[in-house]
């Protein structure tokens, strides 16, 4: 089985994100992982065509280190690979695959990643590293008595997305959301710019989200702003804030060998 990896598939919305603190496993779950192969079967890398699903080289390094999308500040590399298209098919081995289905979310998650963080060492060279730095971002919080956020029925199932509606307004739409799962939803929408946000809820259930706003890019449309309609809409209110966050810096990257 070939899996075909554009960015819209792999690191879609109401995908569940991992940042580099990878969520505790136990020392079962720990020792089933080790013993999967950490590489693809078969790899291949193409420049795109221009025709047909492509993923940009910055975001797949962002997914496959568990960055949230549209995180660009959170990346430091060569100019290049904001601009470098390709098309990626990868063969993940039987083995793996059988066991991947039996997975939790977050297992599986991470044995995507180790296998994508592996391609990116042998194919591209790619050699990097961490550092914690101070940047622009957010804090989410309560609105003082003002909480809007519904409560889910505990055998809702998951489900997320954030796009436009016909009228050319833009949406979050969530079933059973943890809150952590809705910030990676707000730090994709263009208004935040890729800036992270910080958890400062305090909440901890999952929630039925409905979320709609008037995008800066339009700015004869009548609505509120996303701001605004978090505040009035949800209850929830984010303030800019100086956080410290973990960044992946590229030290060496290649263009990859051909196939």
């Given amino acids: 089985m070939f899996l075909r990896i554009p960015a819209a598939t792999l690191f879609g919305f109401g995908v569940l994100i991992l940042g580099p603190q990878c969520m505790a496993q136990s020392s079962a779950q720990n020792n089933a992982l080790e013993n999967l ?80 963080q592996t391609l990116l060492t042998e194919r591209f060279k790619l050699k990097a590293h961490w550092e914690s730095r101070e940047l622009r971002g957010y804090e989410l919080i309560q609105v003082t008595g003002g909480l809007e956020l519904k409560v889910s029925l505990a055998d809702s199932k998951q489900h997320a997305s954030v796009g436009s509606t016909p009228t050319g307004s833009m949406q979050i739409i969530g079933v059973s959301l943890p809150i952590k799962n809705f910030i990676d939803l707000l730090m994709s929408t263009q208004e935040l710019g890729g800036q992270s946000i910080s958890d400062q809820t305090g909440l901890k259930g999952s929630y039925d989200v409905r979320l709609e706003w008037a995008p800066t890019s339009k700015s004869d449309m009548d609505g509120p702003s996303l701001f605004t309609a978090l505040r009035e809409e949800l209850g929830l209110r984010l303030v800019a804030k100086k956080l410290s966050l973990n960044v992946l810096v590229i030290d060496s990257i290649e263009r990859p060998s051909e196939n």
């Avoid at 990346?75 to 470098?84: F, M, N, T």
């Avoid at 990626?88 to 939790?104: E, G, H, L």
């Fill in 37 to 116: 192969s950490s590489s693809y079967e078969v790899a291949t890398i193409k420049p795109w065509s221009g025709q047909g699903p492509f993923i940009p080289l910055q975001v797949y390094i962002s997914g496959a280190y568990g960055l949230p999308l549209n995180s660009e500040n959170r990346l430091i590399g060569p100019g290049w690979i904001k601009e470098a298209r390709y098309v990626i098919n990868a063969k993940v081995p039987d083995t793996t695959r059988n066991a991947m289905s039996t997975m939790s979310n977050e297992d599986r998650l991470h044995q995507v990643h180790t296998m994508q």
